[in-house]
């Protein structure tokens, strides 16, 4: 049976925890991923291990093996930029279509407080999935890089 686990400021993931979650995104991510350390810091953020807005980090789990993430940072904004912003969602890649990550969205847009942005690559297959929820791509994102 699937369960659910939040981690937020208030409960915490421990190292080992923290640390399969990390293996688990960096790997089911694959090509849309970050580097662990990157990971590691949305998390980081996500349950306030240093000054931040804060979020939180869910996970989907079966019998301690973990079968899909999500980290949500809050972003401190309102009105002009979503409260949130979805860092990382993943599933497991032997239980891709199963329904996983339509859960774990459903679940995670439920416990947010606020609107929710999301950034992904134009050729990510789970942009269906995005647009089923009600994601739009208003804008155009540009970066400088410094």
């Known amino acids: ?14 190292v080992f925890e923290k640390r399969e979650i990390v ?10 991923g970050d580097p662990k350390k990157d990971i590691q810091r949305a998390i980081d953020y996500s349950v ?14 079966d019998d301690s093996k973990i079968k899909g ?3 949500i940072n809050k972003t401190g904004m309102g009105g002009y930029i979503p409260e949130n912003i979805l860092v990382y969602i ?7 279509g199963e ?4 859960k774990l969205m459903k679940k995670a847009i439920e416990y947010s407080k606020g609107d929710i942005a999301l950034h992904v690559e134009p050729n990510n297959p789970a942009i269906k ?13 540009m970066r400088l890089k410094k």
């Open 129 to 141: 999935l995005y647009e089923k929820f009600g994601f739009t791509n208003p804008y155009l994102e």
């Open 23 to 32: 293996d688990f995104l960096f790997e089911s991510l694959e090509q849309y």
């Open 1 to 14: 049976m699937l369960k659910t686990k939040i981690f937020d400021a208030i409960n915490k993931p421990s």
């Open 69 to 71: 993430a999500v980290v």
């Open 48 to 61: 306030k291990e240093f000054g931040s807005f804060g979020g939180f980090t869910m996970i989907l789990a």
């Open 99 to 102: 329904g996983l990550g339509k």
């Open 90 to 96: 993943a599933t497991h890649g032997a239980h891709r």
